[in-house]
């Protein structure tokens, strides 16, 4: 596992169908990747494809939302690549359930989306960023490296909240809030803390039959990930925090 | 209590010293009011002060985060009001505990300030907005009626988030999160939801010693009283959902 | 003329019928008024209307977006009111002009909203500002005076650009600017700075005929008025630098 | 000039040094550019080293707040280029003076930033709008070609006001306010309308000198060209109508 030693990673939480799977497949052109999704099942197909054309990657089933299995994965992780491995890039892109209900009718559940959102998104930025400091220790002398990048996919009702739409808008508010105070306190130190408005309906297997009428009118999996990357290979001296995507034909 | 009957109440949660017991005594001087506080020793003298000025304080100890505690508050306000008891005005005041800690070394309660408050927000109001949509029923061609207000307390942190400030932003964010969405649901209904940033110190005892040496440099309590109760006379073809709250030298 | 020596004056640009006489009204309730428009016959009335209910206004046709005409207007009120007047409230509410037009087939008018409205404002604000400071520094030890508030009556077109609202949106974008720099700047030194984020159509009677069939859909002028006193009447610990103001039933 | 007629061109106001050189040097690999700015002796060495680099680079000093001198560029690049010439990129680029300055020692030049920056930027969008639109209706296909692309620097007074910056801020309030309500009116018809928020200090001569003990901690022209070329070949199912660009170290 010499070569892998000095070779940083990329790892996804929520690397199913859709946004988390371009990415990986994007990421995986330059890093070995490491996914994580509750299920196994979500995970194998584009494990393969990524294993069969060139790219290197690693599915790990995981709850991200609970601490323990957090670090157990963080061990996994170390176990394969090395005990020195780093990470270049780390995305977190794990759903919050969207939904509509009125906030009268909403049971218990309606708490769910904000607390499993905000405890994922805070046990993976604890997990990942001390392998993203150490990337950033790395020596780069020889050849270019990028700075360590943490994204967090978030969404229209991260800026503004709606009807019904309460329990959604509180868990993309808290993630946005996390996003800004993290790459506040770890720009600083050399790591690109970045936030992504994802403003519009993504083009997946579970959209088709929406919009179809108009070409292009939802956004391309592929361009969220091309967007990413190219967040990630921003030169420190010009970090971007916030950037929103969306439809030519998107009214906002 | 017959006159009780068509006497709607102002309920305020975090009932404590500071801006809770302003905001009590400020609505007290026009409904009966229920102050809701984790501890009844830090509700006594606030119920005692308002009862013997000729106000009528109810103090209910209770913990908001609990959704089967705010339910039996609710059967006890009630019990004492009457079951046709309506609501004037709610507040949300109950304070996120404001800590500046390093990410990488807070421990689980990163998360407590997210999940207590937003849990308490959506508990109140849960609790409150079925006997505030039930004041807005109300026959007013006797005197005049404000339309019923829910207003939660916000601050700096629920616009930005800060180096060491996540835990703090992220609840903050949430409530604000929480407070457009159940504005933009519950304003057709007749419900004034309203949201205030206060952007600076408060003078409390807690506070004392702090740029003690400009005057009015620290927001007084009853100002941010006096701008709930404004709140709160708006009428429906003029509210304000948000309003920041700020000293006239703090830098922003 | 001993007694106005020690009286400061609310003065109000763009004092025509809706929100300018609405606001003329509510600070007449308190201060002599100095009312500005640009036609004579626009403030004849409401200048008869308040002197004939008891209180005291003065109209002066002027321009404001021409710096001599707002030079010799402050000359004509020192003559009238002494040389030692100063101003407790001044109100920006000069109309930009609401156009909706194709970008492409506007011609050099586009500008003119633009141009007027943020020369008026930055006119106003040099000629008001003087005299703001000098009631500031009065001596308060008879009786409370309130912080002298100087506010800018803005739309939401100053928060969110529209498609073929280019015209209208810079030039609210710009009046926010320009308040919010002024409040940085004039806020420590105790004056009050505040703009307002008017969302929804005015009832006037340029107005009549929309919204009619559902009540309160329209923003009361005198709402607007009350809600600028309010702002006027904040003490200097917590200020309001901005607020919006929106009908309980209008999305946004 | 028949294989100019089928090539779009790239086009920027405001290339001076900095930002302006380093975006034409980017986008003249793959277009020819044409370079506006007040003064041809900035322009000239630009020029020669675009076109000495395999580039092709033609400059014309023009004034882009006079409407006049902008219809005669045009004429210009039509006769240059053909007469069905169009464009693949825009960049209004042209710097607003920043100045701090004390609001009431201002004269008449605290206008002058906004009206110039707001006439150039309205001036400018209009020339260049028709043949971006002209470049979207072009047949594609033969090769790739991006959505044509109009972007807008924008600064930090652009998102807020300050102490003494009144006249800075308003004109970056209001191109910002044209940005939006272009990309809301021409989004729609495919052309991608982009506002990049500069939040630092840009490396140039100017600047040498500061911050000079903190490695990258002044924003690299380059990187803003790197950043402007991504949202040209952003693809129309996910256009960025808004990005920040930050130093690592810069607090905000």
Same mark, same amino acid.
């Given at each position: 596992?010499?070569?892998?030693?000095?070779?940083?990673?990329?790892?996804?939480?929520?690397?199913?169908?859709?946004?988390?799977?371009?990415?990986?497949?994007?990421?995986?052109?330059?890093?070995?990747?490491?996914?994580?999704?509750?299920?196994?099942?979500?995970?194998?197909?584009?494990?393969?494809?990524?294993?069969?054309?060139?790219?290197?990657?690693?599915?790990?089933?995981?709850?991200?939302?609970?601490?323990?299995?957090?670090?157990?994965?963080?061990?996994?992780?170390?176990?394969?690549?090395?005990?020195?491995?780093?990470?270049?890039?780390?995305?977190?892109?794990?759903?919050?359930?969207?939904?509509?209900?009125?906030?009268?009718?909403?049971?218990?559940?309606?708490?769910?989306?904000?607390?499993?959102?905000?405890?994922?998104?805070?046990?993976?930025? #604890?997990?990942?960023?001390?392998?993203?400091?150490?990337?950033?220790?790395?020596?780069?002398?020889?050849?270019?490296?990028?700075?360590?990048?943490?994204?967090?996919?978030?969404?229209?009702?991260?800026?503004?909240?709606?009807?019904?739409?309460?329990?959604?808008?509180?868990? #993309?508010?808290?993630?946005?809030?996390?996003?800004?105070?993290?790459?506040?306190?770890?720009?600083?130190?050399?790591?690109?803390?970045?936030?992504?408005?994802?403003?519009?309906?993504?083009?997946?297997?579970?959209? #088709?039959?929406? #919009?179809?009428?108009?070409?292009?009118?939802?956004?391309?999996?592929?361009?969220?990930?091309?967007?990413?990357?190219?967040?990630h290979t921003q030169p420190r001296s010009a970090f971007t925090q916030e950037l929103d995507l969306r439809p030519y034909c998107e009214s906002w």
């Amino acid at each position: 596992m010499a070569s892998s030693l000095s070779r940083p990673i990329a790892i996804i939480a929520g690397a199913g169908p859709g946004t988390g799977a371009a990415v990986a497949r994007r990421f995986a052109q330059t890093y070995p990747v490491v996914l994580l999704s509750r299920s196994a099942s979500s995970l194998d197909p584009l494990v393969q494809g990524i294993n069969q054309n060139g790219g290197s990657a690693l599915g790990l089933p995981t709850d991200v939302t609970n601490p323990e299995n957090m670090t157990s994965t963080m061990t996994q992780i170390q176990n394969h690549f090395g005990a020195d491995v780093s990470i270049a890039a780390a995305i977190f892109n794990v759903a919050s359930k969207f939904s509509r209900s009125q906030f009268l009718e909403s049971g218990p559940e309606f708490l769910d989306s904000l607390e499993a959102t905000a405890r994922g998104a805070s046990n993976f930025s #604890k997990a990942v960023i001390p392998l993203m400091l150490a990337e950033g220790r790395k020596d780069t002398s020889h050849g270019e490296r990028y700075s360590p990048t943490l994204i967090f996919t978030g969404a229209t009702a991260a800026m503004k909240g709606g009807s019904g739409l309460g329990s959604f808008a509180m868990s #993309k508010f808290a993630v946005r809030a996390l996003a800004q105070s993290l790459a506040r306190e770890f720009g600083p130190k050399g790591i690109h803390v970045a936030h992504a408005v994802i403003d519009g309906i993504i083009a997946t297997e579970m959209t #088709k039959g929406y #919009k179809d009428d108009t070409p292009d009118a939802k956004i391309d999996p592929n361009a969220i990930a091309e967007a990413y990357w190219f967040l990630h290979t921003q030169p420190r001296s010009a970090f971007t925090q916030e950037l929103d995507l969306r439809p030519y034909c998107e009214s906002w």
